[in-house]
């Protein structure tokens, strides 16, 4: 049975979280937390937390072992954008976006 997790609207920008999340999809959850736990980076801290309220979730609702899970899928998609300004020369101004994420995880336990 999958169980998931989604972080929405996370202060990263979803091109910087993809690397983090290719590295640890397809992985035990213990491994990906011990891989996380040694990357300085907060995309990290992100990743890790949703991992482990994915882990959490599977071991309080349907009471499986954290030990034998696995993150089947991971993704980080775009989530809002906010939109600010920076004033330029001659009048005009250019656009600032600042853009979050939704971070879903999807963990199973192993056969």
């Not at 990290?44 to 991992?51: E, G, L, Q, S, T």
């Not at 001659?90 to 879903?104: C, E, F, Q, Y």
Request: glycine share 4%.
């Amino acid at each position: 049975m999958k169980v998931r997790a989604i972080a929405k609207d996370v202060g990263i920008s979803p091109r910087k979280l993809r690397p983090v999340t290719n590295m640890v999809r397809g992985r035990k959850v213990d491994e990906a937390l011990s891989i996380l736990g040694f990357l300085p980076t907060p995309t990290a801290r992100a990743v890790a937390k949703v991992i482990r309220s994915a882990a959490a979730n599977a071991e309080n609702n349907f009471q499986m072992s954290p030990a034998e899970l696995t993150i089947t899928a991971i993704f980080a998609d775009q989530g809002h954008t906010l939109k600010r300004f920076r004033p330029q020369s001659r009048g005009r101004v250019s656009p600032i976006l600042k853009r979050s994420s939704n971070i879903t995880v999807f963990v199973e336990e192993e056969e």
